[in-house]
């Protein structure tokens, strides 16, 4: 798959010379610097890298969920160096969609119960019916009133991806998140998030160090000592 | 996203009923629940009883104003009266002769029109035995008290003569509507309608007749005759008021108001130690909530508004359920206490109930709002990052806020600000002591378990180290635990401390073989044949007192409406004549409180009071002894003198000692005592109280029969009644005790849930690691043991103390050690948190290891 977006569109998700760093004492540990990306409208964009490279750091990053050291980062068109915590949360709600590893469905709360959570926040007068048609599309339609410690934890993440497009999400973040599954289940999830990337026309970034999952998506990047240099997805692990 | 979420209260309302699956908001509702329940039951009760009695006190007086002088009342004031609202009731009061045949008895006689009476009912045997009933007796006919039946032998039917009358005797009295003129009288009574007065010829002039005015009518009419009432008391008219002269409580049921409230408390502090707990686990479970709906884009004050709803329809919910609760257990109380309750109270009002919805909140708030203001500080990226947690509020702020609430409440309920200060402020103290002595003793144990024999295998020792180790490792949660077991101890082992001496009390107060007869009017003469006649028939008895009677006509020499406190002016002991004795030693079940005994003065001294009037015509002072409420009550103390006029004579007694007694003791008590040498020149007689079995019957006829001019008074229908309330009153008792250990098995509840999911994670490792359920089963039993252990012995501490002060301060008993609580509260406490901690964790050891270790990261 090319990259096929071209730079015309202005991009969803843009950072210039993004870098995090963390004190610990007396000492100063840089684990992003001087980072470059732009994700378009519809790309599925990949983030590789080896455990302890900072994938998870700068998917927080992207996502509004922390603030850089430095440089700068737009999201949706707006600048998020301008906004607070919750000015940040404001921008993310309804438009942002994420997928985790460890799935973080709420115990307590069934699958239906779950997918609302985000819907409910945004007061959709729709949102049993629409909770209800997700989990149907992946599969679960049969399993909405069960716990998450009733699911398998396939299924614990198809619900987490019917939670993840249930707004109609203009972006999805996942978090490796086939992690935590065995090949052959964390194969059907990957399956059906690019099925419903594809239905929704959702963006997806994506941070993996599964090269499987990587080379499907439209772009790959690798995250080496703190910056970003692009490869082709079909050359990927190859 | 704004801090407005659209549709908000329905959101939370649809997150907490999803919660409730979860452990900690049961704990939490269970404890909110038992607060109010509580609060509202206790409060409905006291608040009915308050409103009863003060309608009570109109009954006992017969109306809301009572009028009493010796001659008739005329028209202006009549019309006076009932011109601001009141209506009226005549009476009329007199003693006279009344005779069937040739047999005669004196008898206290009171006349009552149409209008009798204004509150309650009387309860009358009219021959199909005994009803309520709502009026005196018509005219041409008279009710007759059992005594005076007994002694003229009537039944209903039967004819009497009053003066120049007769009459047909239509009932036997069990109860008057207004008792409490009944025992004013030594005389038994006779009622009949005043209308049929002047056909008896008693009412001649020079006749000892009392007129009365009962009035009944709304407490503001009352108020605004304030300026008339005044006038007439100068002008010798007796008033009586319901708003001044309301009875008090008994001692029993005034000790009982006081345990009620002092329990009410004791649960509302341990629910809200429950909420704590509980609220910690709430609080920790939702972290990931709060950061996952950060992520969704919720803002801090969006999170904060949705948990702040969420917990206030918790708190609403657990308000209308305890407030129901609280109306059932008021009604349970009240059941319990049918002999007690003056009358039939009045329905439950709403104040309590609102009082009820303000403790929820109140201990929500106090209780579990630092702790929640966490949630807000939970940083969206925690779903990435586990280890983001917000560190949580110190515990100073925890117990502050709480601390501060609880005051509050206390001033709230107690309506003592001072009191709830004093309470809060050594509440503190106790709890910082605790906080060192706490850690103390812990680490003291764990050193102990650290040293037991190191074995292999599973036993008991390797369980106990084991479980010491868990402890030691999770030090501040193991101390928070302590502390609140010890609390939850020590509140349930001070109520039911606090019961058992209560109750002890109480039976110590009356004996099986307490008297119930007394016989008055015994003549010096008769003394000693009556003391030997008494001597073969009844083991347990008084000695015999003689009594003059005197009335106290100066004070420190001048009038005494004068010398005493404004509010002590109408006191019946100014009023009436006293009886005075007197006694060469403290007469038992008196207690010298202040000065000293007489026997301390020289015999000669005492031999020379009443020569010396003799010689100089002056009036020397007297030593006497006074009974302490009635000089608390007159403002008297020790060196204050009292003048008496007895007979013609006056004496001038100086008060040489206060005495404590108890009133209630169904002994002769005596407001003023003199020493021997004084009195025994006036005319006398001699009073005793003795025990009879209620089968003896024939020594009973065999007094009246050989002392013909002594007054036998049976009080064993008193003496019933006394014992009845009090067999209520300790079931009331108990049923609050019950409420307070529920309330404390719901902290122990809060508590272990809240520590579940970490047990299970130290559960799941240990499995990992090769662990036995068995061995599992063992170290978490030892862990809960050496827990419980700890903080019974803490509670021991802390109870102890805390009842001795209450004692000594609020429930007038003596202080004393209770040896057997150092032991069954430590055993106790080890064997309840040992048991219900092993139950509760049940769960956790039939889990998988992988799933146990799961738990904590996705909860």
Not at chain 1, 113 to 142: H, S, Y
Not at chain 2, 108 to 120: E, F, I, N, Q, T
Not at chain 2, 130 to 142: F, K
């Amino acid at each position: 798959m090319s990259n096929s977006f071209s730079a015309d569109a202005s991009p969803i998700l843009h950072a210039a010379h993004l870098s995090k760093r963390v004190e610990s004492g007396e000492r100063s540990l840089t684990i992003l610097s001087d980072l470059d990306l732009s994700v378009f409208p519809g790309e599925s964009v990949a983030i590789l890298g080896q455990s302890g490279a900072g994938k998870s750091t700068l998917l927080g990053l992207l996502a509004g969920l922390d603030a850089p050291s430095g440089g700068e980062l737009r999201l949706f068109g707006a600048s998020l160096a301008a906004l607070d915590e919750d000015g940040r949360a404001r921008l993310r709600a309804g438009r942002v969609g994420f997928v985790f590893q460890n799935f973080q469905l709420l115990p307590t709360l069934t699958a239906l119960e779950n997918v609302l959570l985000p819907l409910e926040l945004t007061g959709d007068g729709e949102a049993p019916a629409r909770a209800r048609e997700w989990l149907e599309r992946v599969g679960l339609g049969e399993r909405l009133d069960h716990l998450p410690k009733q699911l398998s934890g396939g299924e614990q993440q198809r619900v987490a991806l019917a939670r993840a497009f249930v707004t109609g999400a203009e972006l999805v973040f996942a978090d490796e998140p086939t992690g935590n599954l065995d090949p052959a289940t964390g194969e059907r999830i990957i399956d059906t998030l690019f099925a419903l990337n594809r239905e929704a026309g959702t963006t997806l970034v994506l941070v993996t160090h599964d090269q499987a999952l990587a080379r499907r998506c439209d772009r790959c990047l690798h995250l080496v000592a703190g910056r970003l240099t692009e490869s082709d997805p079909a050359e990927v692990g190859a | 996203m704004s801090g407005r979420i659209p549709g908000a209260m329905g959101l939370a309302w649809r997150g907490l009923r999803r919660d409730l699956r979860a452990g900690d908001v049961r704990a939490l509702f269970l404890a909110l629940v038992l607060a109010v329940a509580a609060a509202t039951m206790i409060g409905f009760f006291l608040d009915r009883l308050e409103r009863g009695l003060t309608r009570q006190a109109g009954q006992l007086l017969g109306g809301d104003l009572v009028l009493e002088q010796s001659r008739p009342f005329d028209a202006t004031l009549r019309a006076t009266l009932e011109e601001a609202g009141l209506v009226l009731s005549d009476q009329v009061d007199m003693v006279s002769m009344v005779s069937r045949g040739e047999a005669f008895q004196p008898a206290s006689l009171k006349a009552v029109d149409d209008v009798y009476p204004h509150y309650g009912v009387s309860r009358v045997d009219r021959g199909e035995g005994v009803e309520a009933v709502a009026s005196g007796p018509g005219r041409g006919r008279v009710w007759v008290a059992p005594r005076l039946a007994l002694l003229l032998d009537l039944a209903p039917g039967d004819r009497l003569r009053v003066g120049r009358a007769s009459f047909a005797v239509d009932g036997i009295i069990e109860r008057e509507a207004d008792p409490s003129a009944g025992f004013g009288s030594f005389n038994p009574r006779l009622m009949m309608h005043v209308d049929d007065l002047p056909a008896t010829g008693l009412v001649q002039p020079g006749s000892r007749i009392e007129y009365e005015i009962l009035a009944a009518g709304p407490a503001e009419a009352v108020a605004g005759l304030e300026p008339l009432l005044e006038r007439l008391r100068r002008e010798g008219v007796e008033v009586h008021d319901v708003r001044r002269d309301r009875p008090r409580l008994g001692s029993a049921l005034a000790r009982a108001d006081r345990y009620l409230s002092l329990a009410g408390l004791a649960a509302v502090l341990l629910a809200g130690v429950a909420v704590a707990m509980a609220t910690r686990r709430y609080v920790e479970r939702h972290l990931d909530t709060a950061a996952l709906l950060r992520c969704f884009g919720a803002g801090q004050q969006t999170l904060v508004r949705l948990f702040a709803l969420q917990l206030l329809w918790l708190a609403l919910a657990a308000s209308v359920l305890g407030a129901l609760l609280g109306l059932a257990g008021q009604a349970a109380l009240l059941a319990l206490l049918t002999t007690v309750m003056p009358v039939e109270l009045p329905p439950p009002g709403l104040i309590p109930l609102w009082l009820g919805v303000l403790t929820a909140l109140a201990v929500l708030g106090g209780f579990a709002g630092p702790t929640l203001l966490r949630l807000r500080r939970v940083s969206a990226l925690k779903v990435l990052r586990r280890e983001l947690d917000p560190l949580p509020p110190s515990a100073w702020l925890v117990v502050g806020v709480a601390a501060a609430v609880f005051g509050a409440l206390l001033w709230l309920y107690s309506g003592d600000p001072g009191l709830s200060l004093a309470l809060l402020v050594g509440g503190g103290l106790a709890l910082a002591a605790l906080w060192g002595l706490g850690g103390a003793l812990l680490a003291l144990l764990l050193r102990l378990c650290a040293r037991l024999p190191q074995r292999g295998g599973e036993g008991a020792w390797q369980a106990l180290r084991l479980g010491g180790r868990q402890l030691a490792r999770r030090r501040s949660t193991s101390l928070s635990q302590l502390l609140a077991f010890a609390v939850a101890f020590f509140a349930m082992a001070m109520i039911a401390l606090v019961r058992g001496d209560l109750l002890n009390a109480w039976q110590a107060q009356l004996p099986e073989d307490t008297p119930n007869h007394f016989a008055i009017n015994i003549q010096p003469g008769e003394r000693a044949a009556f003391e030997a006649a008494l001597a073969g028939a009844s083991e347990a008895r008084s000695a015999l007192y003689p009594m003059v009677r005197g009335r106290i006509t100066a004070i420190d020499g001048r009038p005494p409406r004068e010398a005493v406190p404004e509010e002590a002016r109408g006191d019946n002991a100014l009023r009436r004549e006293l009886n005075l004795t007197w006694r060469e030693t403290l007469p038992e079940g008196n207690r010298l409180v202040a000065g000293e005994w007489f026997a301390a003065r020289p015999p000669a001294a005492q031999r020379g009071w009443f020569s010396a009037v003799e010689a100089d015509g002056r009036t020397p002072l007297v030593p006497i002894s006074l009974e302490d409420g009635l000089a608390e009550r007159l403002g008297l103390a020790l060196g204050d003198t009292l003048t008496f006029s007895i007979g013609s004579d006056s004496i001038v007694g100086e008060v040489t000692s206060l005495r404590d007694l108890d009133w209630d003791s169904f002994r002769p008590n005596f407001y003023v005592i003199f020493p021997p040498g004084v009195l025994e020149r006036f005319g006398h007689s001699y009073i005793t109280a003795f025990h009879l079995d209620g089968s003896d019957r024939q020594t009973l006829r065999r007094l009246v029969r050989d002392f013909p001019a002594v007054t036998l008074l049976d009080v064993e229908a008193i003496l019933a009644r006394v014992r009845e309330v009090l067999t209520q009153v300790t079931r009331a008792v108990e049923l609050v005790l019950g409420f307070v250990l529920l309330a404390g098995i719901s902290v122990l509840y809060a508590a272990l849930t809240a520590s579940l999911p970490v047990r299970a994670h130290e559960a799941g490792l240990l499995r990992v690691f090769g662990a036995s359920n068995r061995l599992l089963s063992r170290v978490q039993g030892a862990e809960f043991a050496l827990l419980g252990l700890a903080s019974g012995l803490l509670a021991a501490l802390l109870a102890e103390l805390a009842v001795a002060g209450l004692y000594w301060s609020w429930l007038d008993l003596p202080p004393r050690v209770h040896w057997g609580l150092w032991a069954w509260l430590p055993l106790g406490g080890a064997l309840t948190v040992g048991v219900i901690g092993h139950l509760l964790s049940r769960g956790l050891r039939r889990q998988a290891p992988a799933a146990s270790l799961g738990l904590l990261g996705e909860t």
